[in-house]
């Protein structure tokens, strides 16, 4: 995948003062906002502070110093209100945890939310050494009751991955969402399979380990909320899972299914595809790349590193994708065509019409010269046209003098 990355030194609490807040009611992540908090007020009947509040405790105190303690102590009153709770950070439970799961499974820990994942391989050293509780079966981890489910599966397996959740473990307002790269099939899928108290939220981060390992920031994160119940928890859990990518500061894009699929297949898929074509040529660096060539032999990097599964399931499940292909190749023989045709209309000349070939010994030297210069002419001519000097070289060979 090409994009344009942007570096820069993560920071939650800046990406999210300088993103427009679009879910910003919910504030999930205490640290996040920790060095601006108001230092809270004397309380004649203090509440013992939970987890979380200790967890804020302590980073406020490592981030201020030492001052703000003895404020905290003070008695004299004040007029300020306590600060609202924000809502308990949520609990995601990621089934199918590769390559992506772990990617985006970083994002939502920072972002203060508690992981919890499963996956046909063992992933349970990697989760000890990284804060998340990792469990060997699909039904242990629905017996935990996460908030949010989060299908991060091939998109090859995601129907019998969905088919396997037990629904009965689960709480019935537990949300289940999705990252697949194509957008209708899982819709379909969830609405078809889910109890109907479930909530659906289909999304695509338009990124991946590659494309988003110097960050979140300002890439495209398309979501459709499929299914969210408007009374209840589910509409509040909803946006404050949403908000994760909001404050990790992606580009928030809400669009249909089906159009997600529509521009995915225009864009994506051809570029996974021509990084796949690419691919077989088996392009190496040269001592004099160009930026242009430099582009492509990233694009050949970041395409091969996603799995094959991927691209063949962005191809088999995205029902635009034949008709991008067919383009694809019909744009490839138009552009043969355009170097091929020119070719032919020289040598029809010198066939059928018996224009004399240049330099042919048979021509009068005055001829011969005319001759040169027309044919100089036609090979600048060409060789502006199609920018490849080599090409033309060899096959315009006749029109050497
Ligand atoms: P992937 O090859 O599409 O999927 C690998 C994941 O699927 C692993 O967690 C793997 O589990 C699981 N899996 C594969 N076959 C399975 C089977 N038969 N039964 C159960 N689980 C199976 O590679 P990925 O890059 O990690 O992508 C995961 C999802 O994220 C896909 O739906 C993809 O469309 C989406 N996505 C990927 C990117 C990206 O840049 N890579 C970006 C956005 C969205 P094990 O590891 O346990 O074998």
Redo the contacts with the bound molecule.
């Keep these: 995948?090409a994009s344009s990355l942007r570096h820069f030194v993560h920071s939650p609490a800046a990406a999210a003062a300088s993103t427009p807040s679009l879910l910003s009611r919910f504030s999930p992540n205490f640290c996040t906002f920790a060095a601006l908090r108001p230092i809270r007020p004397f309380s004649a009947n203090p509440k013992p502070p939970t987890a979380a509040e200790q967890e804020q405790e302590q980073y406020a105190g490592a981030g201020t110093g030492t001052g703000t303690g003895a404020e905290e102590e003070s008695s004299v009153p004040t007029t300020e209100l306590p600060e609202p709770a924000g809502p308990p950070a949520l609990r995601v439970g990621i089934i199918?945890?590769?390559?992506?799961?772990q990617f985006i499974a970083r994002g939502i820990q920072r972002q203060g939310h508690a992981v919890l994942a499963t996956?046909?391989?063992d992933y349970s050293a990697y989760c000890a050494a990284n804060g998340i509780r990792f469990f060997r079966s699909l039904e242990a981890l629905c017996e935990e009751q996460p908030d949010v489910l989060l299908v991060?599966?091939?998109?090859?397996?995601?129907e019998?991955?969905v088919r396997a959740i037990p629904f009965g473990k689960l709480r019935p307002d537990t949300i289940v969402a999705d990252?697949?790269?194509v957008k209708q099939f899982p819709r379909n899928l969830l609405l078809e399979i889910l109890p109907p108290e479930f909530g659906i939220v289909c999304t695509?981060?338009m990124?991946?380990?590659e494309s988003g390992k110097h960050g979140w920031n300002m890439l495209p994160f398309v979501y459709d909320k499929v299914r969210i119940a408007e009374e209840g928890d589910q509409k509040a859990k909803c946006e404050q899972f949403l908000s994760i990518f909001e404050r990790e500061g992606c580009r928030m894009e809400e669009m249909s299914c089906e159009e997600h699929d529509r521009h995915a297949a225009g864009s994506q898929f051809i570029t996974h595809t021509i990084g796949r074509v690419l691919a077989q040529l088996n392009l190496k660096s040269t001592p004099i790349n160009t930026k242009g060539y430099e582009t492509l032999l990233q694009l050949t990097k970041n395409t091969v590193s996603?799995?094959f599964?991927?691209y063949y399931?962005l191809f088999m499940y995205n029902v635009n994708a034949t008709e991008q292909m067919e383009k694809l190749d019909r744009a490839f023989e138009q552009v043969k065509q355009m170097l091929y045709g020119r070719l032919h209309d020289i040598l029809r000349k010198q066939i059928v019409e018996r224009v004399p070939v240049p330099g042919s010994p048979s021509l009068r030297p005055r001829e011969a010269q005319n001759s040169c210069a027309a044919a100089r002419e036609e090979t600048n001519h060409l060789s502006q046209v199609v920018d490849v000097h080599t090409f033309s070289q060899a096959a315009f060979s006749t029109a050497k003098c």
């Design positions: 995948m199918g945890f590769g390559n992506f799961g996956s046909r391989s991060c599966s091939s998109i090859l397996s995601t019998s991955v990252v697949l790269s695509h981060p990124f991946g380990p996603d799995s599964d991927l399931g």
